[in-house]
Protein backbone atom coordinates (compact mmCIF):
# COMPACT_ATOMS: atom_id res chain seq x y z
CA UNK A 1 0.00 0.00 0.00
CA UNK A 2 1.39 3.23 -1.08
CA UNK A 3 0.50 4.72 2.20
CA UNK A 4 3.08 2.89 4.22
CA UNK A 5 6.17 4.46 2.74
CA UNK A 6 4.64 8.15 3.41
CA UNK A 7 6.77 9.11 6.35
CA UNK A 8 9.41 7.84 4.68
CA UNK A 9 9.27 9.69 1.34
CA UNK A 10 8.35 13.12 3.41
CA UNK A 11 11.62 11.98 5.62
CA UNK A 12 13.75 11.01 2.19
CA UNK A 13 12.31 14.83 0.74
CA UNK A 14 13.32 16.29 3.56
CA UNK A 15 16.89 14.92 4.24
CA UNK A 16 17.12 16.04 0.36
CA UNK A 17 16.19 19.68 0.79
CA UNK A 18 18.23 19.88 4.07
CA UNK A 19 20.96 18.98 1.66
CA UNK A 20 20.15 21.47 -0.83
CA UNK A 21 19.58 24.41 1.34
CA UNK A 22 23.25 23.66 2.67
CA UNK A 23 24.73 23.44 -0.13
CA UNK A 24 22.99 26.84 -1.68
CA UNK A 25 24.29 28.59 1.71
CA UNK A 26 27.79 27.09 1.87
CA UNK A 27 28.05 27.96 -1.82
CA UNK A 28 27.47 32.21 -0.96
CA UNK A 29 30.01 31.56 2.20
CA UNK A 30 26.76 31.80 4.69
CA UNK A 31 26.66 29.70 8.07
CA UNK A 32 24.00 26.40 7.72
CA UNK A 33 21.72 26.98 10.44
CA UNK A 34 19.30 24.49 12.09
CA UNK A 35 15.98 25.16 11.37
CA UNK A 36 14.79 26.43 14.60
CA UNK A 37 17.01 29.32 14.00
CA UNK A 38 15.86 29.63 10.61
CA UNK A 39 12.30 29.95 11.79
CA UNK A 40 13.26 32.32 13.93
CA UNK A 41 15.08 35.35 11.60
CA UNK A 42 11.86 34.13 9.66
CA UNK A 43 9.46 34.90 12.22
CA UNK A 44 11.46 38.36 12.52
CA UNK A 45 11.04 39.03 8.62
CA UNK A 46 7.31 39.07 8.88
CA UNK A 47 7.17 40.79 12.77
CA UNK A 48 9.84 43.08 12.25
CA UNK A 49 10.25 42.71 16.60
CA UNK A 50 9.00 40.06 18.64
CA UNK A 51 9.11 40.07 22.66
CA UNK A 52 10.56 35.96 24.16
CA UNK A 53 6.98 35.06 24.87
CA UNK A 54 5.72 36.30 21.42
CA UNK A 55 8.94 34.25 19.70
CA UNK A 56 8.74 31.45 22.09
CA UNK A 57 5.00 30.72 20.78
CA UNK A 58 5.61 31.42 16.81
CA UNK A 59 8.42 29.12 16.78
CA UNK A 60 6.47 26.09 19.12
CA UNK A 61 9.16 26.17 21.82
CA UNK A 62 9.90 27.07 25.41
CA UNK A 63 11.73 30.27 26.50
CA UNK A 64 14.39 28.77 27.26
CA UNK A 65 15.05 26.94 24.65
CA UNK A 66 14.24 30.16 22.35
CA UNK A 67 16.89 31.82 24.81
CA UNK A 68 19.46 29.49 23.96
CA UNK A 69 18.63 29.82 19.56
CA UNK A 70 18.45 33.76 19.87
CA UNK A 71 21.72 33.49 22.12
CA UNK A 72 23.58 32.03 19.16
CA UNK A 73 22.08 34.03 16.81
CA UNK A 74 22.78 36.84 18.72
CA UNK A 75 26.43 36.22 18.81
CA UNK A 76 26.25 35.90 14.78
CA UNK A 77 25.45 38.69 14.82
CA UNK A 78 22.06 38.49 13.01
CA UNK A 79 19.58 39.42 15.91
CA UNK A 80 19.44 42.27 18.29
CA UNK A 81 18.11 42.50 21.86
CA UNK A 82 16.27 45.45 23.88
CA UNK A 83 14.85 46.23 27.30
CA UNK A 84 11.31 47.11 26.97
CA UNK A 85 11.32 50.90 27.86
CA UNK A 86 8.36 50.34 30.48
CA UNK A 87 9.17 46.73 31.71
CA UNK A 88 12.49 45.60 32.00
CA UNK A 89 11.54 42.34 32.49
CA UNK A 90 10.65 42.51 28.43
CA UNK A 91 13.10 41.66 26.26
CA UNK A 92 12.27 42.43 22.71
CA UNK A 93 14.33 40.68 19.49
CA UNK A 94 14.93 41.89 16.10
CA UNK A 95 16.83 42.01 12.73
CA UNK A 96 20.32 43.49 12.21
CA UNK A 97 21.47 44.29 8.76
CA UNK A 98 23.34 41.13 8.37
CA UNK A 99 19.81 38.93 9.56
CA UNK A 100 18.15 41.05 7.12
CA UNK A 101 20.40 40.19 4.17
CA UNK A 102 21.17 36.40 5.68
CA UNK A 103 16.74 36.60 4.92
CA UNK A 104 17.01 37.76 1.78
CA UNK A 105 19.20 35.22 0.69
CA UNK A 106 17.59 32.18 2.05
CA UNK A 107 13.93 33.54 0.42
CA UNK A 108 15.64 33.37 -3.20
CA UNK A 109 17.48 29.94 -1.99
CA UNK A 110 14.05 28.69 -0.94
CA UNK A 111 12.26 29.96 -4.32
CA UNK A 112 14.59 28.09 -5.89
CA UNK A 113 14.25 24.67 -4.14
CA UNK A 114 10.50 25.58 -4.52
CA UNK A 115 10.65 25.25 -8.13
CA UNK A 116 12.45 22.46 -7.62
CA UNK A 117 9.70 20.71 -5.79
CA UNK A 118 7.62 21.50 -8.63
CA UNK A 119 9.45 20.47 -11.46
CA UNK A 120 6.91 18.13 -14.01
CA UNK A 121 4.01 19.06 -12.11
CA UNK A 122 0.75 20.95 -13.10
CA UNK A 123 -0.37 23.93 -11.54
CA UNK A 124 -3.15 21.84 -10.17
CA UNK A 125 -1.06 19.28 -8.75
CA UNK A 126 0.80 21.11 -7.32
CA UNK A 127 -2.57 22.69 -5.79
CA UNK A 128 -3.64 19.02 -4.80
CA UNK A 129 -0.26 18.22 -3.39
CA UNK A 130 -0.10 21.46 -1.41
CA UNK A 131 -3.32 20.48 0.24
CA UNK A 132 -2.59 16.74 0.86
CA UNK A 133 0.57 17.95 2.53
CA UNK A 134 -1.34 20.61 4.80
CA UNK A 135 -4.18 18.02 5.61
CA UNK A 136 -1.17 15.25 6.63
CA UNK A 137 0.32 18.49 8.69
CA UNK A 138 -2.43 19.10 10.76
CA UNK A 139 -2.78 15.31 11.83
CA UNK A 140 0.48 16.11 13.95
CA UNK A 141 -1.29 19.63 15.54
Given at each position: ???????????????????????ELQ?????????????????????????????????????????????????????????????????????????????????????TLN???????????????????????????
Open positions: MAGSGISSLISKIHASSSSFLKSSRGLPDMVSSHGNILFQLSQAGTLNMKELSERIHRDKSTTTALVNKLEAAGFVARAKDSSDSRITHISLTETGRNYNETLSAISAERCAQGLSPAEQETLFELLTRISGNFN
